[in-house]
């Protein structure tokens, strides 16, 4: 056999030796690793408190749910409710609840809305829907026939007063509303 002959297998052997190292060299043992965490490994913590939680029974007399008492809407609309309870604030909304004491979707409702970037009136006229009414005391108001709400204006705060489930008129509204402004 002639050299050249021998030369071409060995060349061929050492050309697949070295594939097999090169593709080994770049195996993928040398990917960098991704490391997994299951979530049921990580440790919580509880939230801290947000400022819309629920306020205290303490925090909710000195907040809208003081414009009206349990006694007050019973004496305008004719039916019982529970006492007033703060269902929240988010950021310049304030709300109170009075649940009716025997039907589950019954209520009244108070949203109170202020914003010291933007005056009252401006704010009132922003948001505010329905028709114009008289509240004694009250800077504006408007009755909104279709939401059954008054929107209510005093100093520079607005006011949004919803009768949930009773057969209410608009002059029921004023009257609570009337209350709620006088106890500001």
């Known amino acids: 056999m ?8 060995v060349r061929a052997s050492l050309s697949g030796v070295a594939l097999i190292a090169i593709l080994a060299g770049c ?28 306020e205290s029974p303490a925090q909710a007399e000195e907040g809208v749910c003081a414009l009206l008492s349990a006694e007050d809407i019973e004496r305008v609309i004719g039916e019982s409710v529970g006492e007033g ?3 929240g604030e988010v950021g ?10 025997e039907v589950d979707f019954k209520g009244v409702n108070i949203l109170s ?3 010291n970037e933007i005056p009252g009136e401006t704010l009132f006229e922003s948001i505010s ?9 009250a800077d504006e108001a408007a009755f909104d026939e279709d939401s059954e709400s008054l929107w209510v204006l005093s100093d520079e705060s607005v006011f949004q007063l919803y009768l949930y489930a009773f057969e209410s008129s608009e002059d029921e509204f004023v ?4 209350i709620m402004v006088g106890n500001l």
């Open 175 to 178: 009257e609570l509303a009337e």
């Open 92 to 101: 310049k909304v304030e709300s109170c609840m009075w649940s009716h004491s």
């Open 27 to 54: 195996s993928p043992s040398d990917e960098p690793q991704i490391e997994t965490v299951n979530p049921n490994d990580l440790e919580t913590e509880d939230p801290a408190p947000q400022e819309y939680a629920v």
């Open 129 to 137: 829907n329905g028709e114009p009414t008289e509240v004694e005391n």
């Open 85 to 87: 309870v703060a269902t």
């Open 113 to 115: 809305i202020s914003d």
């Open 2 to 9: 002639s050299g050249s002959s021998t030369a071409t297998p």
